[in-house]
């Protein structure tokens, strides 16, 4: 399965590739993100298979990015929602966007734009370093081999 | 063709993923900023077929994400360089290296750290916002929609 064989590189990339690595994943993480939490809504928003949408949620749940939670005991009937490494996760969702407004929205502009509670301002998000708050970014760092390459 | 389908939807995160949602394309992004830009190089570091990288390298080039720079003139040899288009695509693999890091390197740690030229010390991306320079994170925004919202 070409799963098992991403999850096995020692590469954090690879990886998260392995849980969130084809398209339709981060959109469903994006739905149940803004909102979005039930199998027909999200069904209906993504236009996407019943089968393959309930392939990709129960994969989702195993591996702790979705949580499901009850709203009606009778019928039984839950929704979906983010668990904090699914929340974590939508951090990559925003500079997937940052990057994607930049590059790919061409003259129409940004589909959505993001108001930071913090300054109340639409703003978008920028890496800094967890060390000294500076600017970070793949042109200012050395890569360096972590306790967990293979050896 | 699925990627059109993607790339047509009013959203970053689907268009991005147009351009590198499939698990190849980010690892071979990776490899070229890692400094292994030939083919057999990335092949060989891969263990991805010819057929299929030959298919994923034009793409990424009609994509502008990668270039071609010639090496050799005799036999013409060349090899693949990240445009700026393609380095800002880095930062989004430095956060997803961040959250693998963090949810998927288990026991052994990350497979690789990144020091940080500014400071020197070994740190990991975060995202701030562009506006007030704190924190942001998918829980502090509020998602507005832009000017390129579908109708």
Redesign the interface.
């Known amino acids: 399965m070409?799963r098992t064989q991403?999850?096995e590189l020692?590469?954090?990339?690879?990886?998260?590739?392995?849980?969130i690595?084809?398209?339709w994943s981060?959109?469903i993480l994006?739905d149940v993100?803004?909102g979005i939490r039930r199998f027909d809504a999200i069904q209906a928003d993504l236009g996407i298979s019943r089968k393959v949408l309930t392939e990709r949620l129960k994969w989702l749940v195993e591996q702790g990015i979705l949580g499901r939670q009850e709203y009606s005991h009778r019928p039984p009937r839950s929704e979906y929602v983010l668990t904090a490494?699914g929340?974590?996760?939508?951090?990559?969702?925003?500079?997937?966007?940052?990057?994607?407004?930049?590059?790919?929205?061409?003259d129409?502009?940004?589909?959505?734009?993001?108001?930071?509670?913090?300054?109340g301002?639409?703003?978008?998000?920028?890496?800094?370093?967890?060390?000294?708050?500076?600017?970070?970014?793949?042109?200012?760092?050395?890569?360096?081999?972590?306790?967990?390459?293979?050896a």
């Open positions: 070409q991403f999850g020692a590469c954090s990339i690879a990886r998260t590739l392995d849980v690595g084809e398209p981060p959109l994006r993100w803004v490494k929340a974590e996760l939508c951090s990559l969702l925003m500079v997937m966007v940052a990057w994607g407004d930049r590059w790919t929205a061409g129409a502009g940004p589909p959505v734009l993001y108001r930071h509670h913090d300054c301002h639409v703003s978008h998000p920028e890496l800094h370093c967890s060390h000294c708050d500076r600017p970070m970014n793949a042109g200012n760092i050395d890569i360096l081999p972590g306790p967990g390459a293979a």
